[in-house]
């Protein structure tokens, strides 16, 4: 695994926040900024002590200047440090933590969130392009959605069949076919068509009428809520 493997979410999502509209109002401090992410990116335990002189030299800094937006950084809640010390040699430093101010929710803002569906659609446009399987269910499910023949073929592979029978997996990859249309099927559409329901096996036509019952088109099952759903079906079975 790389280095920038490593980095979570939130901390790219930290690093795109330095360098937006709501990141520090001076350029020089977004740069000491990211000097400090470069180092988490290659801490091999997530720990990050850069030195003022080094700072000083990666931004083309004084110290004293790098010393006060250091300062400034603190103070918007960027970051936060504290003062390591090895009394015997003569030994002082300041590690460094990344944070974000209390007016940016990395959770919620939708720039950085934005950023984040980008960063993944490249990602996965390129490994579709190169035929490269993807590398866990959540790059899968993204890859199936779009239409990727090996993103639908990794989530049977790597359905649970020892648990399940060869009929649920089936079952699982049509219900990732039925919840592309069940945004268009409404509870009347059930009542006047009901006999459509006939072209859906019998597991499929309940789970089928208690998504459109339930209403909730905004957030359509996704690939792990099927797996969730024949669980259960199946553990009551």
Same mark, same amino acid.
């Not at 990602?123 to 490269?132: A, G």
């Not at 089928?208 to 957030?219: F, P």
């Given at each position: 695994?790389?280095?920038?493997?490593?980095?979570?979410? *939130?901390?790219?999502?930290?690093?795109?926040?330095?360098?937006?509209?709501?990141?520090?109002?001076?350029?020089?401090?977004?740069?000491?900024?990211?000097?400090?992410?470069?180092?988490?990116?290659?801490?091999? !335990?997530?720990? %990050?002590?850069?030195?003022?002189?080094?700072?000083?030299?990666?931004?083309?800094?004084?110290?004293?200047?790098?010393?006060?937006?250091?300062?400034?950084?603190?103070?918007?809640?960027?970051?936060?440090?504290? @003062?390591?010390?090895?009394?015997?040699?003569?030994?002082?430093?300041? *590690?460094?933590?990344?944070?974000?101010?209390?007016?940016? !929710?990395?959770?919620?803002? !939708?720039?950085?969130? &934005?950023?984040? &569906?980008?960063?993944?659609?490249?990602? !996965?446009?390129?490994?579709?392009?190169?035929?490269?399987?993807?590398?866990?269910?959540?790059?899968? *499910?993204?890859?199936?959605?779009?239409?990727?023949?090996?993103?639908?073929?990794?989530?049977?592979?790597?359905?649970?069949?020892?648990?399940?029978?060869?009929?649920? %997996?089936?079952?699982?990859? &049509?219900?990732?076919?039925?919840?592309?249309?069940?945004?268009?099927?409404?509870?009347?559409?059930?009542?006047?068509?009901?006999?459509? @329901?006939?072209?859906?096996?019998?597991? *499929?036509?309940?789970?089928?009428?208690?998504?459109?019952?339930?209403?909730?088109?905004?957030?359509?099952?996704?690939?792990?809520?099927?797996?969730?759903?024949?669980?259960?079906?199946?553990?009551?079975?």
């Amino acid at each position: 695994m790389s280095s920038t493997d490593r980095i979570s979410v *939130e901390m790219r999502r930290w690093q795109w926040a330095i360098w937006s509209h709501e990141g520090p109002a001076r350029v020089a401090q977004r740069a000491v900024a990211q000097v400090l992410f470069d180092y988490l990116v290659t801490s091999p !335990d997530g720990r %990050v002590f850069p030195s003022i002189e080094t700072i000083a030299e990666k931004t083309a800094l004084t110290e004293k200047t790098v010393g006060g937006h250091l300062d400034a950084l603190v103070a918007a809640g960027w970051i936060a440090r504290r @003062l390591r010390e090895r009394g015997g040699q003569g030994w002082r430093r300041y *590690e460094y933590t990344l944070h974000f101010p209390k007016h940016i !929710d990395p959770s919620t803002d !939708d720039f950085l969130k &934005r950023a984040e &569906r980008k960063r993944l659609d490249a990602i !996965d446009e390129h490994r579709i392009t190169e035929e490269w399987p993807p590398r866990d269910d959540a790059e899968a *499910e993204r890859r199936a959605a779009k239409g990727d023949y090996l993103g639908e073929e990794y989530l049977i592979d790597n359905f649970d069949t020892d648990r399940f029978p060869a009929l649920d %997996v089936r079952v699982f990859y &049509r219900l990732a076919d039925i919840r592309k249309s069940v945004a268009t099927i409404t509870k009347t559409w059930l009542n006047t068509n009901a006999g459509q @329901l006939a072209q859906y096996k019998p597991g *499929e036509q309940a789970i089928l009428v208690e998504w459109i019952e339930s209403n909730e088109k905004s957030s359509l099952p996704s690939h792990q809520a099927c797996r969730a759903i024949l669980k259960q079906r199946r553990a009551a079975a």
